[in-house]
């Protein structure tokens, strides 16, 4: 075959690819307002800076190799902010995006290449879960020999959207995610209704089992819940910013905005004298970090504690902070499990850390013993004596009883500083007079 024939070849299977699942199935989704697995790329990466790994990849069964461009992965290279970042994009209108053989070795090829590299790498979750029957039968789950395919160590940072349906693989990866976005709409779950129903002879509604109230509210598995797709991928961008590339690198600085000093003037006239009464801990961070550089992580879930990325003087931290604005700023399990894994993220990436302390204790009562709070305690302090970064404890107001450890008192930060406004006790004075005096 000449060599003219060849490029002809190669240029129609590159226009075959680009197609996806075809103008029809693309056309669908603009009309529903949804990004397509390109657009979602060319959003998140820097224009013109895209390099595509696997574009001629099709599935290894002979009777899908002409119905599956690029096997319903997008995968490559690319800049985000000038930064290096790998990804992956779940094309859905190619067999929903399903895995299967060819589209999981390219997954994993990113993976690698990330780790290898020290660059971050994005997923940009929509799939129907694994490909029937491709999965099917002892060869296929031979295949998948591989204990070390789910295995996270964290020497990059991961972004994940969880964009559609979101079954098998993406819940995965959205959850073993560093940071987890989710657009309204979307479901994610270990499998879907349809398939929960026929097991359980039940109907399942997909919203109840995995929407994003389930996984913001309540599993706290999602970090942030936006409306669209684009605002979505502007949140991972957002995220990778006060991030470094991998766990040896320090995060990036930035410019500290005109007038990041002038808040923090007022501050305690924010703060109200009486500790019996509440305010936001939200508007408090805002006067200290760098004007608009506060990044809430998990907002509705654990209310009770504040996590978030920020900045000081340029640098990357990472704030954890009481609300008395919500139960009086006591302690619960799932404020306790949200600061755990903030504290992996923090410790991972080479962020310092601020606690901000305004609390009365743990949260008593029955839903937190069923919930397992006494254990998730002992996990929080635990997993405080392994954070390596720079910690500093600021008591704001009222710090009780064991949370005053769990807040940074006790020699649990490497430095610890009292406003004036500060009070320390096992408990508040009149509880225990009243302990001692009946």
């Known amino acids: 075959m000449a060599f003219e024939e060849l490029i002809k ?7 075959k690819a680009l197609a996806m699942g075809g103008a029809q199935k693309l056309a669908e989704r603009q009309a529903q307002g949804l990004l397509n697995a390109r657009e979602r790329i060319d959003r998140l990466f820097d224009a013109g800076s895209f390099l595509e790994s696997g574009l001629h990849g099709v599935s290894s069964r002979p009777e899908d190799k002409e119905t599956t461009p690029a096997d319903g992965k997008v995968a490559g290279y690319g800049r985000v902010n ?7 994009s779940n ?39 694994a490909r029937m029957p491709d999965v099917m039968g002892a060869s296929s789950i031979g295949s998948k020999d591989d204990p070390y395919e789910y295995q996270r160590l964290r020497e990059v940072p991961w972004a994940a959207g969880v964009l559609g ?12 995610a560093d940071f987890c976005v989710m657009r309204k709409g979307a479901i994610m779950a270990v499998s879907s209704p349809r398939l929960i129903s026929m097991a359980t002879g039940k109907q399942c509604d997909g919203e109840a089992l995995g929407g994003w109230r389930v996984h913001a509210e309540v599993s706290g598995i999602v970090d942030q819940v936006v409306d669209t797709d684009e605002q979505a991928i502007d949140a991972i961008k957002q995220f990778l910013s006060y991030l470094p590339g991998n766990n040896l690198q320090p995060p990036p600085e930035y410019p500290v905005p005109e007038g990041s000093d002038e808040a923090i003037r007022d501050v ?17 961070i805002q006067c200290i970090v760098d004007r608009g550089s506060m990044f809430e992580m998990k907002s509705r879930f654990g209310k009770t504690i504040i ?25 619960d399990a799932d404020a306790c499990q949200k600061v755990q894994a903030f504290f992996v993220l923090c410790d991972s990436f080479n962020i310092p850390i ?11 009562g029955m839903e937190g013993e069923q919930k397992g709070v006494t254990g998730k305690v002992m996990n929080w302090l635990n997993a405080m004596t392994l954070v390596t970064v720079p910690k ?24 610890l500083a009292c406003w004036v406004t500060a009070e320390v006790s096992f408990m508040k004075p009149d509880f225990g007079a009243k302990v001692v005096f009946g």
């Open 82 to 88: 000038g930064r290096e970042v790998a990804a992956v």
């Open 392 to 415: 500093i404890s600021v008591i704001v107001r009222k710090s009780y009883g064991l949370a005053v450890s769990n807040m940074g008192a006790g020699g649990n930060t490497d430095e």
């Open 9 to 15: 070849e190669l240029d129609a299977r590159k226009r």
């Open 354 to 364: 601020v606690l901000l302390v305004d609390q009365p204790g743990f949260l008593i």
């Open 268 to 284: 305690m006239k924010l703060i109200p004298e009486s500790s019996n009464q509440v305010y936001d801990m939200r508007k408090v």
């Open 91 to 129: 094309d859905f209108t190619v067999k929903g995006a399903s895995s299967a053989q060819i589209n999981i070795k390219k997954l994993k090829q990113m993976k690698g290449v990330a780790k290898k590299r020290g660059i971050p790498l994005v997923f940009l979750g929509e799939s129907t879960g």
């Open 307 to 331: 996590t978030a990325l920020a900045r000081l003087d340029g640098k990357s931290v990472g704030i954890i902070a009481n609300n008395p604005l919500y139960k009086g700023g006591a302690i």
């Open 165 to 176: 349906h979101c079954y098998g693989s993406s819940a995965w990866y959205g959850s073993m």
